[in-house]
């Protein structure tokens, strides 16, 4: 949550909020503002009632006749999946799964089974249709971008097979596993890597190993870097020359901390002994003035 700053009974900063963000994993950059202290955090630890823990696969391109073995037979179970792909539409020389190719090769390899392709392009009304369709199980299969990474609720959904898992950040793939195991029913999370390293390995293993959120984004954070945070870069390094936000995360909280007490008893930094953290600043906002959003 965030809002005005304004100074408690004890002295210290409080915030009123006035917004609040909920996530099921933030991403590295918003983990960065968390970090910094310009987001107050709750963190809710409690699983939904009845729910089961999503057992989950990393695996590679030799699993696939397996995946849509496994696939078929939570169909005719009665229950229902998910396909995710990093594009709408192949990309010229890259071996990357799109929805086009995707829900072409399901259509041929599952004839009987209804099936049907979601992505960001379509127009709204278009969407909402396939959604609903898939809701009231009209639909079994759904082929489809990230787009359903958040406000997607199919409680018959049991699988999720997500391509070239390795083009996605935890975060995301966390949010994508999500959108399966939340019903009664036992459900699965099938992490497809077009590409193995050990790094991509090791990567994908920390979302075989943990089902929390808060966990998962931090390592995310790790590994990728808070980006800009003033600016837009969503991951990355972010080009501190002294401290490293993992590293030093204590010192940074505290520092937040401090500014925000100042703040709160000298907001426009005029007293004498506070001028010259104002210069200080002055100078940092003009030299960064193109890669600040106000």
């Excluded at 009845?50 to 009665?78: M, T």
């Excluded at 071996?95 to 392709?117: H, L, N, Q, Y």
């Excluded at 787009?147 to 959904?157: F, I, K, L, M, R």
């Amino acid at each position: 949550m965030f809002g005005e700053k304004a100074a408690g009974p004890d002295g210290a900063a409080r915030g009123v909020p006035n917004a609040m963000v909920m996530s099921a994993t933030p991403i590295p950059r918003t983990l960065g503002v968390i970090m910094y202290g310009d987001l107050d955090v709750s963190v809710i630890d409690e699983r939904p009632a009845r729910r089961l823990p999503i057992k989950n696969a990393v695996v590679d391109e030799s699993y696939r006749e397996a995946a849509w073995h496994f696939i078929d037979r939570e169909i005719k179970a009665g229950r229902q999946a998910y396909v995710i792909c990093p594009m709408i539409e192949p990309g010229e020389g890259m071996p990357i799964a799109s929805v086009t190719e995707e829900i072409g090769t399901i259509r041929k390899r599952f004839p009987d089974i209804p099936a049907a392709e979601l992505n960001g392009r379509m127009k709204p009304e278009e969407k909402n249709r396939v959604m609903q369709d898939f809701l009231e199980g009209r639909v079994k299969i759904l082929v489809s971008t990230t787009v359903v990474e958040v406000g997607v609720d199919v409680p018959n959904a049991t699988v999720m097979l997500i391509e070239n898992a390795e083009r996605f950040g935890l975060a995301t793939l966390h949010q994508l596993r999500g959108r399966v195991g939340r019903g009664q029913y036992q459900s699965y999370c099938i992490f497809m890597a077009g590409m193995q390293t050990d790094e991509i390995r090791e990567r994908l293993d920390i979302l075989k190993s943990s089902d929390d959120g808060f966990e998962i984004a931090e390592k995310d954070f790790e590994l990728r870097g808070p980006g800009d945070l003033l600016g837009i870069r969503q991951s990355g390094d972010a080009l501190f020359k002294i401290a490293d936000v993992s590293r030093d995360r204590r010192v940074l909280k505290l520092a937040g901390e401090t500014a925000a007490a100042l703040m709160a008893d000298d907001p426009e930094l005029i007293r004498e002994e506070d001028r010259p953290l104002r210069d200080k600043l002055d100078l940092y906002m003009s030299e960064n003035e193109r890669n600040i959003i106000l």
